[in-house]
């Protein structure tokens, strides 16, 4: 069997071009990595901008039709949860990893920088000024908004009854007769006189309705509350 003379020359060859392959290859890796930081930075910083109203150009094609909604049905949503639906800036959580590669996929597939973003969640989550479940939103134009993705918990499986007497002023009366009804019935027999009459029944039933009623006006006038309606899109705490 003949062996090959070793040319020291090819061999110091090798060695250096797979060094400078290895240097580019790691040059090339720290470059994307850069390129990526800068996009989520500027992602983050996107996020907390006050921007007005605009449009972004979206592949229409491109988008799932399923997630595109209008400004009426995410009101209605709102009002039925006492949800808000405000810029990304006021939001004070923190948005998810999952998220933002969400927003570069996005933006990678329809080759734009999207701006304007909008959250949906309870006011809680806010970082709301002084007069469970969110979802991120990127605005499309003439009313219309792209659900871009949703994290955390649901909601309480009974949030839209809990809330319901906030609707309006007919659900938080009809809440309030409610629920004096029920303390009257639970008032023991002959507490007040030896025989229970119906006119006793409704004398104590209107003490009940005025002792609740001013219980819910205080509370409401002291926190600032308001209902559903006023306060779906309102960035004022006391709205």
Known sequence: MVFKNTNIEESLLKVRNRQVKELQILEEVQEILWKDTQKEEKIAHELASKNPSVQNPFVFDELEADKIYHIDHIKQICIDYRLRFLDSS??????????????KSLERLHQIDIKGYKVMAPSKLFKLEDKDDPLLFAPIGNGYYYLVDKWGNDLHPFRKLLVWPFKNMVNLTLFVVLISYLVTLMVPEGLFSKKNTTAEFWIIFFFMFKCIASVVIFYGFALGKNFNPAIWNSKYFNA
Do not use: E, V
């Open 90 to 103: 006021y939001f004070k959580g923190a948005f998810p990893s999952s998220t933002i590669a969400r927003i």
